[in-house]
């Protein structure tokens, strides 16, 4: 009599846990997919903060619903918990963002250490209250977090020691100050370790988490570690060389082209990602392409991500995954990525222009909406040296550059924080004489 007594509740208490577990993870893999937005320095889109605050809404009230009502103590346990852990998990993208508050990179910093401490905190909460649906919020939860920490711990077994050479050291004296091993712990730099009383750095690998570069790069005024700049090298390379067999017009942009131009064939020193322009026949549809470069590209290794029709198309040295479809991504304090803009040529004002959606510099705007600038700065594109190879760039790479960054050739720390930009540049102008 008991057995089937109890059966009925039994039934209701694991569908409880199976829609809570439903619900958190619906709400966590849409939290994710937001963070592209602050991760490349971009307004979160209104429907998209409205679906996933709906949908944290909805764990709180079923968390927190029972037979007799509002379980207010579960409610307000698991609204505050919710929006520590998301603040927890979006800090790193969040932190990025030009001017943005110090909390967010305490917050970032310290993340890992911020999940385990909620540990005896959800315990105790969990054990007090005893509601089934508030532990399952806080299981689930935690087992992801604690997963992902774990995941992150496991590849970092692939980092690659390696040496700073003495620019980068350099750099890195000038911004640590008098004591450098009390920069490193206030900024949690775990790849610089000291070997055979040498400073190394612990370089990523394809199958590690990329080094956190924004973070170094754009907030500390550091150079780009040695690994990263050689995974640049290589996507870039490998996108270069795809295109041509895909007889694609391209070439390489933005700060990838100022490297190439202005530092004599080699990268900017603080580079954090590859700028590469396309440019597509009106008889090939983007959609077209996109599958074709897709499928080659996931069979050497990289993931592509397609946002839209106007926007970059991304692709990152990370191997592709179908873990969360890569949403994950985001998690990381930075991606090595190159951005693949699209371009087409159109006639705009009497004028024929080489188009794209998204402004840079003082690119003209066109018919449409878009922006331009004259095909002939372009087309026919012609080489250039860059780190001992010939890639394609514009034919008429100054005025290209001028039209971008007005004059070039003075060095601007364009995403470098004004301070650490200025303390930088002593060292910078030293190492050019």
Not at 194 to 219: A, F, L
Not at 355 to 367: P, Y
Not at 408 to 430: I, L, Q, W
Request: with cysteine.
């Amino acid at each position: 009599m008991n057995l089937f007594s109890e059966s009925p509740l039994v039934g209701f208490i694991v569908l409880d846990i199976v829609i809570v577990v439903l619900l958190y993870s619906a709400a966590y893999v849409g939290y994710l997919a937001i963070l592209r937005h602050p991760r490349n320095w971009r307004p979160i889109p209104a429907w998209e903060k409205v679906l996933v605050t709906l949908s944290l809404i909805l764990n709180v009230v079923f968390c927190s619903a029972s037979a007799t009502g509002v379980d207010f103590p579960a409610l307000v346990a698991s609204g505050i918990f919710l929006v520590f852990l998301l603040l927890i998990i979006g800090a790193p993208a969040f932190a990025l963002n030009q001017g943005a508050p110090i909390q967010w990179e305490v917050l970032a910093r310290h993340s890992d250490r911020l999940v385990l401490g909620l540990l005896p905190v959800v315990i105790i909460t969990g054990y007090w209250l005893a509601s089934i649906k508030l532990n399952a919020l806080f299981g689930i939860a935690i087992f992801i977090e604690l997963l992902w920490l774990l995941r992150l711990h496991r590849a970092n077994q692939f980092r690659i020691q390696q040496p700073l050479n003495e620019h980068s050291l350099a750099v890195l004296q000038t911004q640590a100050g008098d004591n450098l091993e009390v920069f490193i712990r206030k900024h949690r730099i775990r790849e610089l370790v000291r070997y055979d009383d040498e400073i190394h750095w612990m370089g990523c690998s394809k199958h590690s988490p990329p080094c956190p570069i924004n973070y170094y790069v754009n907030k500390l005024g550091l150079n780009t570690p040695p690994c990263c700049l050689e995974h640049l090298k290589d996507l870039c390379f490998a996108i270069d060389q795809l295109l041509m067999d895909m007889a694609i017009p391209h070439w390489i942009d933005g700060g990838t082209l100022l490297g190439a131009v202005r530092e004599d064939g080699h990268f900017l020193a603080w580079e954090d990602d590859i700028d590469i322009s396309f440019m597509l026949e009106d008889s090939i549809s983007r959609d077209a392409f996109v599958s074709e470069l897709t499928f080659k590209l996931t069979q050497h290794g990289y993931m592509v991500r397609n946002p839209g029709e106007y926007k970059p198309i991304y692709i990152y040295y990370t191997p592709p995954t179908r873990w969360l479809y890569g949403l994950e991504q985001h998690r990381y304090r930075s991606e090595i990525r190159v951005d693949l803009v699209g371009n087409r040529v159109v006639k705009s004002y009497g004028q024929k222009v080489m188009e794209r959606s998204l402004l840079k510099g003082a690119m003209s705007q066109t018919e449409s909406g878009r922006y331009g600038v004259p095909v002939e700065m372009i087309m026919p594109t012609r080489e250039i040296e860059l780190l001992g190879k010939m890639v394609s760039c514009p034919r008429d790479s100054d005025a290209y550059l001028r039209t971008l960054y007005g004059n070039y050739t003075e060095v601007d720390y364009t995403y470098v924080d004004k301070e650490v930009a200025h303390t930088r540049r002593n060292v910078d102008e030293a190492d050019d004489a």
